[in-house]
């Protein structure tokens, strides 16, 4: 073997490859297909298959080893001893975690047939090129979304408007809607209901001296019409769909300064048709939030394919756990040790324990002891005011939050929703998520209404599952099969501590996606890492990212759109944009489609390699002769 090594470095120089070629496909050369150029993963019959071989096979792989893939597919057409050494799996193993520059740990895609077909896949389907540019908007463009057909897509965007696009080969403006007419300020986000029928659409509204909330708006897609519009507070609770008529919103109302409480309403699509008779609104939960945050960004999870994923991420074994009615998980640290201690801290601190403290007796007790040590001096250190706030909201909560329904949670997966949204406890920047489980019976306005159902000491509901972030949060999406959570956020410095919610800690410019498995409850894989954002913490702004079968990507304010691959948790394409890229999406029935949409108040269509091949293989060639006998007839 170590001949065949020596061997294999003389012959791997660049020159004796030329000539080895040469010598073997002189006569091949000039018809060599036109298809090498445009598709490197074109196979070619039309190869020498008579002489004898000049090296051993072995010698070969050797040689081609020292290659790249461009390479090893020309020589691959010189004859056939060459086109079988070029296609071993072992050689396109190496090429594999050369190229993509993956870790041997990763093993391949468990949908894939050959090392060879895998390379293939992220080289020719990632949606990397740029085929179109829409520019009807005259402003930053906020965010994009699909239909679930994938025949539409909408677009939002600081001039106010929502636009609905037809996604045909040639992409084209089906409509538009001005918001300004309903005082909006802008558009911000958009979704379509399962059937496709309705859009929801969400923006900044211009309220009574100036102040700005948020408001949700309903279109019907059959005639472009306006059903309801529902008030949202704050703005970016965004707003989404529970089910073809139904969707969720949000409301927030002040206890102290640094304390509130966000209620979350389900809402009728179709208000102004059924509210004289039926309820059209019901309150889902009312949550506490102390130190300044508040519920931002929710989403909905349905778990009904968790079994059957499209892709299990976790491919050294699945992860078996079983959850406590709350769990916490802190992503401040990085090893067990490290990471064990926040936990058990988080975990003592009053609010978190409301539901598990036992009966309201303990907790009131442990009010007035509080109370009287406060009044006679004997809390040391000395409180501010906004510590004594959050300290005294902590306590009440104690008694007075609702605890988990936990008899009546259903026991499969097919049943189960959850409520997802960003949330907080130590600054008013979103650095936890907060997971609420929706029950039936709360699938629908009909019923009690405005929290009727609980008892009278009962103010808040608990949340079933948080997890501490330990920065700030700027986009989340769920994998098309609901089953993993994917979660964009710039950390905070290590050990740092908040002294004052009004004054959150700095934030890394680099940009961690998160992966959580939201059937364990656990984080999997590495962060992805590549795009970086620059916005300061007092600023931050929402990134939007998508999730499609195979591939994740997301915005960034680096103007470049980014595409990573699920599986091997690699980067494989920058997409340029002229300003910061604020949403990304991938067409939910061909991946190979993505939108990006950016401050230069332009969207651009992506599509693969692949794809564009096709696509101009499809065109009709020009009639050259039909056209200079026009031009002589002219003439």
């Known amino acids: 073997m170590s001949m065949h090594i020596a061997v294999a470095h003389f012959f791997a120089n660049k020159m004796w490859i030329q000539i080895l070629c040469l010598h073997r496909a002189l006569v091949i050369i000039p018809t060599f297909p036109l298809c090498l150029f445009s598709d490197p993963f074109g196979d070619n019959d039309s190869m020498d298959v008579v002489g004898s071989p000049l090296l051993p096979d072995s010698i070969l792989y050797e040689i081609f080893l020292y ?15 060459w086109h079988a050494v070029a296609r071993d799996e072992f050689l396109w193993k190496e090429l594999f975690y050369r190229y993509y520059r993956v870790s041997r740990e990763v093993p391949r895609h468990p949908a894939a047939v050959s090392w060879y077909e895998e390379f293939q896949r992220l080289y020719d389907t990632i949606p990397c090129v740029e085929v179109q540019t829409l520019r009807e908007h005259n402003d930053q463009v906020l965010h994009l979304s699909f239909s679930h057909s994938g025949y539409l897509f909408a677009s939002c965007s ?52 100036n102040s700005s909330s948020g408001e949700i708006a309903v279109i019907s897609l059959e005639n472009s019409a306006f059903l309801s519009r529902v008030r949202n507070k704050p703005y970016d609770v965004f707003g989404c769909w529970l089910n073809e008529t139904n969707l969720i919103s949000g409301n927030l109302h002040r206890i102290g300064h640094i304390t509130s409480c966000s209620v979350l309403w389900l809402n009728n699509a179709f208000q102004g048709i059924e509210s004289e008779n039926v309820n059209v609104v019901k309150r889902l939960f009312k949550i506490q939030n102390l130190n300044a945050s508040s519920i931002r960004t929710v989403m909905v999870a349905d778990c009904s394919r968790y079994d059957a ?23 401040g640290s990085e090893s067990e040790e490290e990471e064990e201690k926040p936990k058990q801290r988080l975990m003592r601190e009053p609010g978190a324990q409301a539901f598990l403290d036992g009966g309201s007796g303990t907790s009131e007790d442990g009010l007035q002891q509080f109370l009287d040590d406060l009044l006679e001096g004997r809390m040391k250190p000395v409180m501010s005011e906004r510590e004594l706030e959050t300290k005294v909201a902590e306590l009440l909560a104690r ?15 097919s049943n189960k929703k959850y409520l997802i949204f960003t949330t907080g406890c130590l600054t008013y920047s979103p650095h936890q998520i907060g997971i609420k489980q929706i029950l039936p019976h709360q699938m629908t306005t009909a019923g009690p209404v405005l929290g009727e159902e609980r008892r009278s000491d009962e103010f808040f509901d608990s949340l079933d599952h948080v997890i501490d972030i330990h920065g700030h949060i700027i986009g989340m999406g769920l994998s098309p099969d609901h089953r993993y ?17 009004m ?5 890394a410019e680099e940009i961690d996606l998160h992966v959580f498995d939201l059937k364990t409850m656990k984080e999997v894989k590495r962060a992805l890492r590549a795009h970086r954002a620059y916005t300061p913490n007092d600023e931050c702004f929402f990134i939007f990212l998508d999730v499609s079968r195979d591939f994740v990507a997301s915005g960034a304010e680096d103007r470049h759109g980014y595409i990573w691959d699920r599986h091997y948790n690699i980067c494989l394409a920058k997409l340029q944009h002229d300003d910061v890229v604020n949403s990304v999406a991938f067409s939910p029935v061909e991946q190979e489609l993505l939108l990006t949409a950016s401050d230069d108040a332009s969207i651009k269509v992506w599509r693969s390699p692949r794809t564009v091949r096709i696509c101009q293989a499809r065109k009709p060639k020009p009639r050259r002769l039909l056209f200079s006998w026009l031009m002589n007839q002219k003439s």
């Open 67 to 81: 290659l790249d893939h461009i390479d090893v597919l020309s020589v691959g057409l010189v004859c056939q001893q």
């Open 158 to 209: 600081k001039d106010c408007t929502v636009k609905i696009w037809n996604n045909e080969l040639a992409i084209s403006l089906l409509h538009s809607s001005n918001m300004r007419l309903y005082n909006w300020s802008y558009t911000q986000f958009s979704q379509f209901n399962s059937d496709d029928s309705l859009l929801l659409v969400s923006g900044v509204f211009v309220g009574p001296r």
């Open 309 to 331: 994923p499209d892709l299990l991420l976790d491919y050294k074994e699945q992860l078996a756990t079983t959850t406590s009615p709350y769990q916490h998980f802190d992503l």
């Open 399 to 413: 008694s007075r939050t609702k605890p988990p329904e936990l008899t009546q949670l259903p026991t499969e997966a």
């Open 485 to 501: 959570l994917y979660v964009n956020s710039r950390s905070w410095p290590r050990d740092c501590v908040i002294s004052d919610p």
């Open 503 to 507: 004054q959150p800690p700095p934030i």
